[in-house]
């Protein structure tokens, strides 16, 4: 089954700084890879996927097959980034999610 | 497009009860997941339905236990509840093609006591 590991549980950034949120996983293959937000008080969300290729809210994920990677990045953290966030392959239509990190983005 | 609705939002129950909690999802979404998520443990699936058959399962016991309607709507059961139940249970719906976004409800928040 498909798994992923996220190191950091919590992670603290100021204002205005970058941000990286670390994805890795363990599988081989061409993997499919989802990051799924929630706010405070808001339901799980899906924040973008690798194969769209595109940028949410300023955010953006690459695939790294070498490293086995697929952190989240964000060249300028706001408050509103402070979330939740879960890396998650998909398998089907059950997903693997990480153990999450949490964000807190210091004004 | 109403979300997805999970009822009720907060239960408690006691050792030894039993629990259904129910999910509505998004109209014309025919797989229903329910995932369990615990500060320890993250987010952990449960099992998926798609037209009123179990498709995947997860790792858990058989006390654990679903189902869906027709009408795609699911119940998830929990029988002889212990302590360690106690955790958000989180629905999810999606069309049921392999590897597309799946839209989750707000949960149900459930304390055994």
């Known amino acids: 089954a498909q798994r992923v590991t996220q190191p950091e549980k919590l992670l603290s950034v100021f204002k205005g700084a970058p941000v990286e949120l670390k994805c890795n996983y363990s599988y081989s293959g061409s993997p499919e890879l989802f990051w799924y937000v929630q706010y405070s008080r808001q339901r799980l969300q899906l924040l973008l996927r690798h194969i769209s290729r595109e940028s949410i809210k300023g955010f953006t994920a690459d695939l790294n097959k070498g490293e086995t990677s697929f952190h989240l990045k964000k060249p300028f953290a706001q408050e509103e980034d402070s979330a939740m966030y879960y890396c998650a392959p998909p398998s089907g239509n059950q997903f693997y999610f990480g153990t999450g990190t949490s964000l807190t983005v210091i004004p | 497009k109403a979300g997805v609705t999970q009822t009720p939002r907060y239960l408690i129950k006691t050792r030894g009860q039993q629990v259904t909690l129910s999910c509505s999802p998004i109209?014309?979404?025919?797989?229903v997941s329910w995932y369990q998520q615990t500060p320890g443990q993250g987010l952990q699936f449960l099992f998926e339905y798609f037209s009123e058959t179990q498709r995947n399962k997860g790792n858990f016991p058989g006390r654990f236990s679903g189902r869906q309607f027709s009408n795609s709507r699911s119940e998830m059961n929990v029988s002889t509840l212990e302590l360690g139940d106690s955790a958000l249970y989180l629905c999810a719906s999606s069309l049921g093609q392999p590897n597309t976004e799946a839209f989750f409800g707000q949960g149900t928040r459930l304390t055994v006591v």
């Open positions: 109209s014309g979404h025919r797989s």
